[in-house]
């Protein structure tokens, strides 16, 4: 069950540190080091930290060594939603599963995301084709130039966000494909990453 329990702001704070440490210094912090980043001399308070933490899922540790506590990777996930068009719009299909994402994605945990799967070729010029997973931050708004996830009158659609003066489309990045100007537009997410298909 790792990493189900949600953790208080102070002891993400800890895990935080803990990483962090590892990182940089190739060795997790004796629990002096954990009880001084708290702002305490008492060892008794980062042992309770570290009991909660590992209770919770978030830390390993190895008896009877100093310095034996490390992190456990936490498995990102994120909802996949259905389909998106990187061509003409379309519906995207309402059919969430769960995708795991690759230890080298790292999602701003600060804000919701979730995945679609790429139909078409409309954004072959930046990488994205059909077939691949975009990653997605919810969203509804957008600034001039961002990947987003927009729903227009004929359905939903991945394109390059335009603002020109006071006319506003969607950019394809594919020379075969026409840019898509609107009669109505709403923001629904910005794309922050990518899982290639195979």
């Not at 708290?38 to 830390?59: C, H, P, R, V, W």
């Amino acid at each position: 069950m790792q990493g189900v329990l949600p953790l208080t702001q102070r002891q993400k704070q800890a895990l935080d540190y803990i990483t962090k440490y590892l990182q940089e210094n190739g060795y997790s912090p004796a629990l002096k080091d954990v009880a001084s980043f708290l702002g305490t001399d008492n060892l008794s308070t980062a042992q309770y930290f570290i009991e909660q933490l590992t209770q919770k899922g978030y830390l390993k540790r190895e008896n009877y060594k100093n310095r034996g506590i490390s992190p456990i990777s936490q498995n990102q996930t994120v909802q996949l939603l259905g389909y998106i068009a990187a061509g003409n719009p379309i519906e995207p299909i309402e059919n969430p599963m769960t995708v795991n994402l690759p230890k080298d994605i790292q999602l701003d945990q600060k804000y919701p995301h979730y995945a679609l799967k790429v139909k078409g070729n409309s954004m072959m010029d930046m990488g994205i084709l059909d077939g691949d997973t975009v990653l997605v931050r919810h969203q509804l708004v957008a600034k001039n130039g961002e990947v987003v996830v927009a729903i227009t009158e004929d359905g939903a659609t991945l394109k390059v966000f335009r603002e020109d003066g006071a006319s506003i489309y969607l950019e394809a990045k594919n020379k075969d494909f026409p840019n898509i100007y609107p009669k109505s537009l709403e923001i629904r997410g910005k794309f922050v990453g990518l899982i290639r298909n195979g």
